[in-house]
């Protein structure tokens, strides 16, 4: 399927409608959609109608710009008033939300038309969508592998042609590590950037919104319609959002960069070293200055994140406990039913999780674990914003491996775990960034990541066009 600006262009020219959009994605959807499962909520009437309503804007002179018509999808732990909302959870199985995140409302009112929500592993805990406990998403690349977590239904949508451009989540790489696997472009901006309002919460200090889009001119366009502050999320920054598609525009010569030698370690694969140091290369004769910098401490972000994020989420999660949210299970008391609706309500990771989480929060382990780890998330930052006192942007690996097989690594979850391991740093230290393709290896998509100081999105975005157009090659 074209990018979102190149269909935007056609319904400009008068060479397409939006309603011709939209039952274009539909019947992308229908081709692929039963192999590749993208979607647990479809809207084709409300869609439909949505695009007639765009179509009726545009005749009379009334469009809402680029946005205006173009079918779109968002993760199922965003809010949207009215339509189930699921966060890949039988607890939240049949909730309809009263009120739409922020991130959807913004979209709406610029006209874009919600094709549908898309799978994910369960409340945003995973790396493949093997955990959504409505059925795992394929990789559309190769079904049999797995297309990445936890916003791989966001993933497979794009990347599949079924529409234009989705939103997703992050917490530590679920917009950037799909996107990898799958081949299309995967942002996440810096932390309060994008409004959490209306996102279902796992993790609070380190969630955040992204976009999958089909290159990055696209990824440019949709942050720029769901960045700047709300009084609804005080952690929304104030900073004012800069011009994206100008800074694509003008690309990164005269940038500078660093590849980190701990994003190149043991562990990667030696084709994707290769694929980033062969970008690197291009990006020197390009004009950009590549220069040594060190993240040392990057090499512990891993076991922080599993010691920070899960204690969140024991948090968030007791919310959901059979009373307000999803079914309630028959007890004799209230601890019973509390304990049975929560053990039938969620799925193995997600219990593993808030388990983990209970206990580094438990008394005698607060200390050891947890305090420790949010030390360590200090240290880190510190250590980035150092880095970028000598480079402009860092280049390195997305993932260390591409897309792997169905049941691999759901046996062993620390294997899982380490599907993350290169973006866990940013989710930790509250950077903006993306994921940009590469080369195929051995088929398969490969993921360039390129990442920028806090709020420096628009540099982040001119280094990554360049990358993009030197990529390709």
Same mark, same amino acid.
């Given at each position: ?14 060479? $397409? ?286 076991? $922080? ?5 899960? $204690? ?162």
């Amino acid at each position: 399927m074209e990018s979102l600006s190149a269909a935007a262009a056609r319904m400009a020219n008068g060479e $397409a409608t939006a309603e011709q959009l939209v039952r274009e994605a539909m019947d992308r959807v229908a081709e692929r959609e039963e192999e590749l499962h993208a979607f647990l909520t479809l809207l084709p009437e409300s869609a439909l109608e949505d695009a007639r309503e765009s179509d009726r804007r545009r005749a009379s002179g009334q469009g809402h710009g680029l946005f205006d018509g173009i079918p779109w999808a968002a993760k199922d732990n965003l809010l949207t008033e009215g339509i189930r909302t699921t966060a890949g959870s039988r607890i939240l199985g049949d909730y309809l939300p009263p009120y739409s995140s922020t991130a959807v409302r913004r979209l709406d009112e610029r006209g874009a038309v919600l094709l549908g929500k898309t799978n994910l592993d369960e409340f945003a805990m995973g790396s493949s969508t093997e955990y959504s406990a409505f059925g795992p998403s394929r990789n559309p690349v190769d079904p049999s592998r797995v297309p990445g977590g936890s916003s791989g239904g966001s993933a497979v949508a794009v990347a599949a042609g079924m529409c234009h451009f989705a939103l997703g989540s992050e917490t530590g790489g679920s917009v950037r590590q799909p996107a990898a696997f799958c081949g299309v472009v995967g942002l996440k901006p810096s932390y309060g950037r994008v409004s959490r309002y209306g996102l279902i919460a796992f993790a609070s200090s380190l969630d955040q919104i992204g976009t999958l889009t089909r290159d990055v001119r696209d990824a440019a366009a949709v942050l720029g319609a769901i960045a700047g502050e709300d009084p609804m999320d005080q952690t929304s920054s104030t900073a004012p959002v800069p011009d994206y598609l100008a800074a694509v525009a003008q690309g990164g010569r005269g940038l500078s960069f660093g590849v980190p030698p701990e994003y190149l370690r043991e562990g990667v694969a030696p084709e994707v070293r290769a694929e980033v140091e062969r970008v690197a290369a291009a990006l020197e004769r390009q004009g950009l200055r590549r220069r040594e910098v060190s993240l040392p401490h990057t090499q512990y972000a891993l076991d $922080a994140y599993y010691i920070i994020a899960p $204690a969140e989420a024991s948090s968030n999660l007791s919310r959901f406990d059979g009373m307000r949210y999803g079914p309630r299970a028959e007890a004799q008391d209230l601890v019973e039913a509390y304990r049975r609706s929560r053990g039938q309500g969620f799925g193995t990771e997600v219990k593993r999780r808030i388990l983990l989480g209970a206990y580094v929060l438990s008394a005698g382990y607060y200390d050891t674990y947890y305090l420790q780890a949010q030390r360590l998330r200090t240290l880190l930052r510190q250590e980035f914003l150092r880095a970028f006192e000598q480079v402009d942007v860092l280049l390195t690996p997305t993932t260390p491996t591409t897309a792997f097989q169905f049941g691999e690594n759901t046996q062993d979850p620390l294997a899982m775990y380490m599907a993350d391991a290169l973006t866990i740093p940013a989710n930790l230290a509250g950077l903006p960034a993306i994921s940009v393709p590469g080369q195929p290896i051995g088929g398969l998509p490969v993921g360039l990541q390129v990442m920028a100081p806090p709020l420096r999105e628009d540099v982040m975005l001119a280094a990554a066009a360049t990358v993009e157009e030197v990529a390709s090659r």
